[in-house]
């Protein structure tokens, strides 16, 4: 059972524009969200978490909403540029629990064209 | 600089053939954990440690073990590797508020 899904394996935009990542989640456990991003032949690198007491937090370019009733998160990424072209895992864990344990996504790929 | 480290980076090895994959971290972080990546699967925890000499399996434990002697290093030991462990690994590391910090990776293949 996928407890944090993305469902769209891919997505295109142009530079300049606004990339939309989505994630659900399943697991109403799950207190802390965050976003990686990672390139090809590297590790995953943090980008952006964001607890379930707020609905929104912002870093620079990079925004991340959460919508517990829905179970839903997204990363808002304004303006995009090509340098933002990676895979972006979602990942979600429950903060009271015994663990710092992440459950990922499968992942987007996002490029974003010149 | 903080970091994970990983070795080696990329790997050949044959069926049978018993292999480690060293990590260390210079965060003092407490919790450390081994992930796998597949392609359509994403990342998947292997095992993870809370602390010295507490260990515990993840998702995808079988096949693997693990060891955690001092707070720094967290092997990864595949004791008899078979060609469905072909995969790219990755470790991590892990702060107070769950956010992981990951090495670069060591890509596996099993022939």
């Known amino acids: 059972d996928q407890q944090v899904k993305q469902n769209s394996p891919s997505l295109s935009v142009q530079e300049g524009r606004i990339s939309i990542l989505n994630c659900d989640y399943t697991?109403?456990?799950?207190?802390?969200f965050l976003w990686y991003k990672k390139y090809p032949a590297e590790g995953p690198t943090f980008l952006i978490s964001?607890?379930?007491?707020?609905d929104k937090n912002e870093d620079g370019r990079f925004t991340v909403f959460l919508n517990k009733s829905a179970k839903h998160l997204s990363l808002h990424i304004v303006p995009s540029q090509p340098g933002d072209s990676a895979v972006y895992f979602c990942?979600?864990?429950?903060?009271?629990?015994?663990?710092?344990?992440?459950?990922f996504g499968k992942g987007t790929l996002l490029t974003v064209n010149p | 600089e903080a970091q994970v480290t990983q070795n080696p980076r990329y790997l050949i090895t044959v069926t049978g053939k018993k292999l480690t994959v060293t990590c260390s971290q210079n965060?003092?972080?407490?919790?450390m954990s081994w992930y796998r990546q597949d392609p359509g699967l994403g990342l998947r925890q292997i095992y993870y440690?809370?602390?010295?000499?507490?260990?515990d399996k993840g998702d995808v434990p079988e096949g693997y073990k693990v060891s955690r002697k001092e707070k720094r290093n967290f092997p990864l030991i595949l004791e008899s590797p078979s060609p469905n462990q072909t995969s790219l690994y990755f470790c991590a590391s892990s702060g107070v508020y769950g956010e992981a910090f990951f090495g670069q990776g060591t890509r596996l293949t099993v022939v």
């Open positions: 990942a979600a864990s429950n903060s009271g629990g015994s663990n710092y344990k992440l459950t």
């Open positions: 964001i607890s379930s007491i707020k």
């Open positions: 440690s809370m602390n010295v000499e507490v260990t």
């Open positions: 965060m003092n972080h407490e919790y």
């Open positions: 697991n109403s456990m799950f207190d802390y």
